[in-house]
């Protein structure tokens, strides 16, 4: 009986090692899965804040472009918010830059000639 003894000791030590080969192989799987998923995020997470610098590097540009190449900081700077905004966009003066375009409000009187207003002199260097 040594011998049957002997077998059925290989085989419950054969069947513990298959159960621990895979409980390992289900520990490795659920690592990778959760590596994957982590850096899925992180990956996520970068493009979503490289998105958010090409579209800030996008409008630097048009704002350097619509000051006539000058890119100082007033040009391409953040624009000021709360107590610092008085009203009105530097953007919408830029797309009615042309003369007349800008409407009057009913109670206005139209405008006089005046020799020192420079407001619809285009100062760019051509």
Not at 16 to 34: I, M, N
Not at 108 to 116: I, L, M, R, V
């Amino acid at each position: 009986m040594r011998t049957e003894d002997a077998l059925a000791a290989m085989r419950a030590k054969l069947a513990s090692l298959e159960a621990e080969s895979t409980a390992r192989s289900g520990l490795l799987d659920r690592s990778r899965a959760e590596a994957m998923a982590e850096s899925k995020e992180k990956l996520d997470k970068q493009a979503r804040v490289q998105g958010e610098v090409f579209v800030r590097l996008q409008e630097r540009s048009r704002r350097a472009k619509a000051a006539g190449g000058w890119a100082t900081e007033s040009t391409v700077g953040e624009r000021p918010s709360g107590e610092m905004e008085f009203g009105f966009d530097d953007e919408d003066s830029a797309h009615s830059n042309s003369p007349g375009s800008h409407a009057r409000h009913a109670t206005q009187p139209a405008k006089q000639h005046d020799d020192e207003d420079y407001e619809d002199k285009d100062w760019l260097a051509t």
